[in-house]
Each structure stands twice: as C-alpha cells, then as structure tokens.
C-alpha cells in the first residue's frame, strides 16, 4: 500500500521561529518521487519540491530546507525564521513504481503570527 | 505564459443542475487532472487524462464525466448537481504521469444549494 502520512494537522508559531513539518510516506516500491506543494490563502498550489529516491542529499533553498530520510521513511520540511507569508497549508505528496497519480497527504495548516 | 487556467472561479449550482468546468492548459503537457479538495481532507483525484482521447478514474469519480478531445482542455461535467459536490476543484496538468512537478489551476469554488 501506499500511503502519505502528515501527522500535523495545524501548527502555530511566532514570527522568526524556525519550523518543521513532517511527512513520512509508505511505499515498497524503490523507485518513488517526494513532493513539497504550498498552499497559501490565495488558494492556488505552489510546487516547491521534488525528491527521487535515489538521491538523499538535504535541499536548501533560501530559508526552506527538506531533510529525506530513506531508514525512517521520512521527507521533512523545515522552514527556517518563518515569515507571516509563510502561512499557509503545506502538503506532501508521493509518486511511487508505475502509478499514474500522485498520493497526497491530508496537508498541515502552518500560521505564523507576527 | 497563462500555465493552467480555470473557469469559472465560483459557482452556485441548484441540486439537479448540470454545469462544466473548463479546464485549458498551454504547456502542451500530456497529462491532466481534475481534483476536488473538501475542508480537512486533502485532494482527492475525480478523473485523469495521459492524453488526448484518453480519461480515467480516479478515486471520486461518481457523478462527473470528463473529456479530452485536445491536448490543451479537459473540461469536467457535473450532470445532476447534488450537496456533496460542494468543494473547490483544482484542474492539473504535468508533463509527465505524476513523478513532474504539476501545475495547477486557481480553483473553482463549486456550491450545490
């Protein structure tokens, strides 16, 4: 089976905290793809990252950083001295052997609060 | 570049009503999505399409149709609006079948009264 898990549903912190939304994922096939996507207020959906299985380096992006854990099954999101635009929902996604979709999880609400 | 455009934004439909979404995308991706997301619950995947003239079902697919006569639309039917179809749907498009980055639409916000 294949499944996304982000047990966080609503987070809330202060301006300049540092935070991190966990994602772990369930899949037995080895060849699989990790996905960020943001969900602001505005609505839409924003792709931020995409992870293959094969390549477990941490990504830094600015103040976004994702630490892939292959031994704990894990695809976290860290988001480094929050800024109220960071509000929004954030949701992890997998893709995984010869599936046509993606697998989504249920997302974590992140509202950060001047 | 418009990437996926949606139409309409809003919409509120009378129970028993019909109404098609139209979804157009200009990037010539082969694959497009219909997604309906509820409060709490995530995207749920109604339809898909791996190209023109292809469609298939995704988890939620009663009481919608789709069709993909073009590369660039996948307009989504609702025949018989009923109250459960209350949600904002998200139409999609990805170059390839799901391990691409998608890109999405702006959402039509869809009520069934």
């Known amino acids: 089976a294949q499944k996304v898990t982000q047990a966080q549903t609503e987070i809330s912190v202060v301006e300049k905290e540092d935070v991190t939304l966990d994602c772990v994922y369930e899949t037995r096939d080895t060849t699989y793809y990790l996905f960020w996507y943001k969900q602001p207020p505005s609505g839409e959906l924003v792709f931020l990252i995409r992870r293959n299985s094969f390549d477990e380096q941490n990504e830094i992006s600015g103040r976004y950083s994702w630490n892939f854990q292959k031994s704990t099954s894990s695809f976290n999101f860290t988001i480094t001295a929050s800024q109220v635009v960071d509000s929004a929902v954030y949701f992890c996604?997998?893709?995984?052997?010869?599936?046509?979709?993606?697998?989504w999880g249920l997302g974590t609400s992140l509202a950060v609060n001047p | 570049n418009a990437g996926v455009t949606q139409t309409p934004k809003f919409r509120i439909l009378k129970i028993g009503q019909s109404m098609t979404l139209q979804c157009t995308q200009d990037m010539n991706h082969n694959y497009m999505y219909w997604y309906r997301q509820d409060p709490g619950m995530g995207l749920k995947l109604i339809y898909y399409s791996v190209g023109a003239g292809i469609t298939d079902k995704g988890e939620v697919p009663n009481g919608y149709n789709v069709s993909r006569s073009t590369t660039e639309d996948f307009p989504l039917r609702l025949e018989l609006a009923a109250p459960s179809q209350t949600s904002v749907y998200f139409c999609?498009?990805?170059?390839?079948?799901?391990?691409?980055?998608?890109?999405f639409g702006q959402g039509t916000r869809l009520t069934v009264v």
């Open positions: 999609a498009s990805s170059y390839g079948q799901g391990n691409t980055e998608a890109f």
């Open positions: 996604a997998l893709h995984a052997g010869n599936n046509r979709k993606l697998i």
